[in-house]
């Protein structure tokens, strides 16, 4: 959500913000409400005072014997009673109107990030590892990991496209890996381990801004209730309503979770293989932090996904993305792409955005200044995979593959796989 004082100050700066994103200017149509709505505010405590002077007044003109006086009084304060609940309707749909305006526009990209519309002008600033010289041809995972355990027909039978099965040593090489990762973010980055909820209200997919927008994208229960897309709507929200002290600041969340998408966007892309799931087990990384803590914690964020990355020993790049290719909340956002030898290419496995005071805002989630006993200001909220699970495991099994279909297990995973090594056609 956005601060409409500073809509106020400068709507010029505003709607180029928003051109930077690919949206049209809304600065005059947000103006207008705002100031219909405050009119109405106006008139209706103006109404309010009228009414109860006048309302005192006819107490002491009958009091004296002034009836006439009282009389007209008296039709004043009925016509004002009359007229007030109109006024009070009209200042609900116009601050209706502007909440729904407001909620619908993205985040306002920071001045450091590149312009651009899509994924093109995103600009890379970081390289790790050296991508391995294979003496065969790499395949892509689906077409050797279904020999070790990676099931599409039976998941396709039950659940539809978009779904796998995981069996005996492919199961616990994913299992090692969720594991592995929470022991890291937990252990060595300080991130709180946390078992959320995966259904979720209105309310809270709102505050991340999954809803309104984004509805078609996730899957609602028969009850109302939204499947989590990411454990980021949970983690998030366990701050939406609260004025959290500053010494508390910054609060570091991590969750292994499973989460749902539909893939509404994306028919027809990537229907082969693991890549993109309707359902996918993700570690999901949420920092709370005072705006003075903002940029050190989104740092401190990626280098916590990387380090996973780099104990693996998986080759990636780090991208900044272009205003245009960034999601709905987020005001600075950097990718972390590994490198797929099957596909000859590097793919997205980590997305961490800054979000600003843009979700707090829409959650209601403030802070207390250290010394400012009345004053607060709304946190800032940043997240990312710490990773996704399944395209870890894709790059696993891409960048580890032997020639005679075998995949070797990294180092890193060895303590959590019960004395299996290597993963073995059968």
């Known amino acids: 959500m956005h601060d409409i004082r500073l809509i106020r100050d400068d709507s010029v700066a505003f709607d180029a913000a928003l051109a930077r994103r690919g949206a049209a200017p809304h600065a005059a149509e947000i103006l207008a409400l ?6 109405l505010a106006t008139e209706l405590q103006t109404a309010q005072a009228q009414r109860n002077q006048s ?15 009282a009389q007209a009084l008296m039709a004043e304060v009925a016509a004002l009673k009359e007229r007030m609940p109109a006024l009070q309707e009209e200042e609900t749909q116009v601050d209706a109107a502007l909440g729904k305006l407001l909620s619908a526009l993205p985040n306002l990209p920071a001045e450091d990030v590149p312009d651009g519309l899509d994924e093109a002008a995103n600009v890379e600033v970081d390289r790790w590892g050296t991508p391995r010289s294979f003496d065969f041809t790499p395949r892509e995972h689906a077409d050797f990991a279904p020999a070790l355990g990676l099931d599409f027909e039976s998941a396709a039978a039950i659940s539809g496209a978009r779904f796998a099965v995981l069996r005996g040593q492919m199961a616990r090489l994913n299992r090692a890996l969720g594991q592995f990762m929470l022991d890291r973010q937990t252990e060595a980055h300080g991130y709180t381990e946390v078992a959320p909820p995966l259904l979720v209200r209105d309310e809270a997919a709102f505050g991340t801004g999954q809803l309104p927008k984004f509805r078609e994208d996730l899957f609602q229960t028969t009850d109302g209730r939204w499947l989590i897309p990411t454990a980021e709507v949970s983690l998030t929200n366990l701050v939406r309503e609260q004025i959290l002290d500053e010494a508390a600041l910054p609060l570091r969340f991590t969750a292994l979770t499973p989460c749902f998408r539909s893939e509404a966007g994306a028919a027809g892309r990537d229907t082969r293989g693991m890549i993109r799931q309707h359902q996918f087990d993700k570690v999901e990384l949420v920092t709370i932090a005072t705006p003075e803590q903002s940029a050190a914690e989104h740092e401190h964020m990626i280098d916590s996904a990387e380090a996973i990355l780099e104990l693996l020993r998986l080759p990636y790049r780090r991208m900044l993305l272009s205003a245009g290719d960034m999601g709905f909340s987020a005001r600075k956002t950097f990718d972390l792409e590994v490198w797929l030898p099957g596909q000859n290419r590097y793919r997205e496995i980590s997305s961490i955005s800054n979000c600003g005071d843009f979700q707090a805002r829409r959650m209601n989630a403030r802070y207390r200044p250290a010394g400012d006993k009345k004053g607060t200001r709304f946190v800032h909220t940043l997240n990312g995979s710490g990773l996704a699970v399944g395209r870890t495991l894709v790059a696993i099994l891409e960048n580890y593959q032997e020639a005679d279909g075998s995949v070797r297990v990294p180092e890193a995973l060895l ?12």
Request: proline share 6%; charged share 35%; hydrophobic share 30%.
């Open 34 to 39: 705002d100031e219909r709505r405050r009119a």
């Open 55 to 69: 309302s005192q007044a006819i107490g002491k003109a009958k009091a004296t014997g002034d009836e006439a006086t």
């Open 415 to 426: 303590p959590y796989m019960g004395g299996i090594d290597r993963l073995l056609p059968g």
